[in-house]
């Protein structure tokens, strides 16, 4: 596993890197590997620039998002197809990004759970899946369904308007009897979607995602859960913060997700208010950057070297450099916040907003999870002490998650494309180290 982010530590990974004083011996068993699993609707995004008499002949509100059926979806295929007008066909789905993501930045494995087409032919749906996920992330784990997988249509006028169109396909088919008890639990994190607990018309995914929630709890492992979309929050909140509280570990989401939950607009107070529904949140929130919030023991909190920041909670940052705990390992359990504005200042020009969420949450799961496969190769280190949940402090997480959604913003696809750099020419030392 690589190591998350640049710094000089004591505790540097790989630990493959022995101490001078051990070179002589001989490593008597192979480092233990750890991963993380996920469950995700498996689809593809198409993206193609049309006319408005498109949009008209397939009966699509411009500017909306419109659910159409399989029939409607091969046709509009076909036709974008036949008229040369597709600009990209992406892997997507935000737990498929997520996971993804995660193994291109550890060069590690990853295991998703879904469903994928018993049809597989070079050049379709499932085909395009396949082709743009990372050969790190297990797919053995996916259930064969007679029919296509789900497909999301984003087409542009020529205003610049985006409007959807979605074909569920089979991507909410997956059943309960599908999810790997012993994988769920030998994990180091569970990662989920609030889209899957929306299933419908006798799908079973919710089911399988709640069976898969309880092998996790049963074993101790983080569940962690990232907010779809405003909508579907608004539509119960107190539901949600009912769910969160009873099965979630980590909670990533956006400002607007945040606002819906909590009924706080302001990021930093929607943050606070959802640490009383789970251990640790991670919050983007656009031009303003990004958040992270948690809590920590009160003995062992660690003040920050970086200037005090304000905001609608006072020097809100002064523990930041402390280490994330679950707040039932803590016997005085503080909240911890931190903050980092958008990396470099954001891109001059954006290309692409959607995925940049779902890649802060991989980075801060590659923390989480280098945090398990040190704990499990040196158990004895002084790191473990605390019995943190991440290895890195808050702060750290902050601008680790920073930097990595910053290259999903630069680029066209919703996924990394690769790791980061190990050395940046455009990137300071001095950004690790304050």
């Known amino acids: 596993m690589k190591f998350p982010g640049q710094r000089k530590s004591t505790h540097y990974f790989p ?172 994990s180091s994190a569970f990662v989920m979607s609030a889209y899957l607990m929306r299933a419908s018309n006798g799908d079973q995914i919710s089911d399988a995602a709640l069976q898969a929630i309880e092998y996790a709890r049963q074993a101790k492992v983080p569940v ?80 920050t070297k970086l200037p005090l920041a304000s905001a609608a909670i006072p020097e809100f940052n002064r523990f930041e450099f402390s280490l994330p705990k679950l707040k039932s390992s803590c016997f005085t359990p503080i909240k911890v916040f931190s903050h980092i504005p958008p990396y470099m200042g954001g891109p001059e020009k954006i290309s692409n907003t959607n995925g940049a969420g779902d890649a802060a949450l991989a980075a801060l799961l590659h923390d989480l999870a280098s945090n398990t496969f040190h704990k499990m190769n040196v158990p004895n280190s002084s790191k473990h002490n605390l019995d943190a949940l991440c290895y890195s402090s808050f702060s750290q997480i902050c601008k680790y998650a920073n930097r990595v959604a910053y290259e999903v913003l630069v680029q066209h696809n919703a996924r990394l494309s690769r790791g980061l750099p190990e050395r940046e020419d455009s990137l300071e030392e001095a950004y690790w180290e304050r």
């Not at 009873?246 to 819906?260: K, Q, R």
């Not at 990004?290 to 009160?298: H, I, R, V």
């Open 15 to 186: 630990v493959e890197n022995r101490a001078p004083l051990l070179a002589n011996f001989t490593l008597l068993t192979p480092f233990i590997r750890t991963y993380i699993t996920g469950i995700d609707q498996i689809m593809v995004d198409i993206e193609a620039a049309v006319g408005d008499e498109l949009l008209e002949k397939y009966r699509l509100p411009k500017g909306n998002s419109t659910l159409i059926d399989d029939q409607q979806a091969h046709a509009l295929y076909t036709e974008l197809k036949e008229q040369k007008l597709i600009k990209g066909e992406f892997a997507g789905g935000s737990i498929g990004n997520t996971i993804h993501n995660y193994s291109t930045l550890t060069d590690d494995k990853s295991v998703l759970f879904g469903v994928m087409s018993n049809d597989i032919q070079v050049g379709n749906y499932a085909y395009r899946y396949l082709c743009d996920t990372s050969s790190k992330v297990d797919l053995n784990f996916l259930q064969p369904v007679d029919g296509p997988i789900g497909r999301c249509f984003t087409l542009v006028s020529a205003c610049g308007e985006r409007t959807f169109a979605i074909s569920k396909g089979h991507m909410d088919k997956l059943t309960p009897q599908h999810i790997d008890k012993a994988v769920i639990q030998e």
């Open 224 to 303: 962690v859960l990232t907010l779809g979309t405003r909508s579907l929050i608004e539509e119960d909140p107190s539901w949600w913060r009912t769910f969160i509280k009873e099965h979630v570990t980590i909670l990533a989401m956006n400002e607007e997700e945040g606002e819906a939950l909590t009924g706080f607009k302001d990021p930093l107070l929607a943050s606070e208010a959802a640490l009383e529904l789970c251990d640790m949140v991670l919050t983007t929130a656009g031009r303003l950057g990004l958040f992270t919030a948690g809590y920590t023991e009160d003995s062992n909190k660690r003040e």
